[in-house]
Structure formats: C-alpha cells, structure tokens
C-alpha cells in the first residue's frame, strides 16, 4: 500500500482496519487502546520540570507503545494533509506554532 487516503480513513470500520493502516500489530494495538487507559500504569507518564521563571509545568509525555501509534498515524494524516498540517508532532513542533495560524481548526489535532 502507498500513500494513505482519506478514502482509506474512511473505510476504517474495526480495530483490525487500523492496525493494518497503522501497520501494527493487532494485538499490541489493543492492549495499549484498551488495557493501559488510565490509572498509574496508564497510557501517560507525567512529570514536573522547572521554569526558568520559577514554578513548575506538569508534563504528560505518551509512553512508548502510544507514541509509536501516534507517530504512524501522525505519518498517515500527513499523507492526505501534507507536511505542514503534521508537521508539530512529526518535527516535534508544538501544535499551536504554525498549525492554528495556517490550518481551519478541524485540521488541527
């Protein structure tokens, strides 16, 4: 399969569908959307850093089996989108950098 289409998201009916869009494995897939919600264990890490300007910021950084997840779907939406609709998760960039000034907002995730 190539480039993915928005026609290709479309037909996405199981879990099944998106795991070979996603190119995952099916089991993997399931267990990290459905076993690892929540709780201290969860699908989230978090943790505080220090401000420069004194303070701290709560971060919720994905661990690695979501953030795999998002980068492949990341990589899908760029296909029917372009770059620059993905380009804050992909480049690491925040979200609100360029996607909010160049995009409608349903594109922005």
């Not at 990290?32 to 919720?60: A, V």
């Not at 661990?63 to 770059?83: E, F, H, M, P, W």
Request: hydrophobic share 35%.
């Amino acid at each position: 399969m190539g480039r993915t289409t928005f026609k290709d998201f479309q037909s996405l009916q199981t879990l099944a569908d998106l795991a070979r869009l996603l190119k995952f494995d099916l089991k993997k897939l399931s267990y990290i959307l459905y076993k690892l919600q929540g709780g201290p264990n969860g699908q989230y890490t978090e943790f505080d850093i220090k401000k420069r300007s004194g303070g701290t910021r709560r971060i919720s950084a994905p661990y690695t089996g979501l953030k795999a997840i998002q980068y492949k779907l990341a990589v899908a939406l760029q296909d029917i989108y372009g770059q620059k609709a993905c380009a804050w998760l992909c480049a690491g960039k925040d979200h609100t950098d360029k996607c909010s000034k160049s995009f409608p907002q349903e594109i922005c995730i």
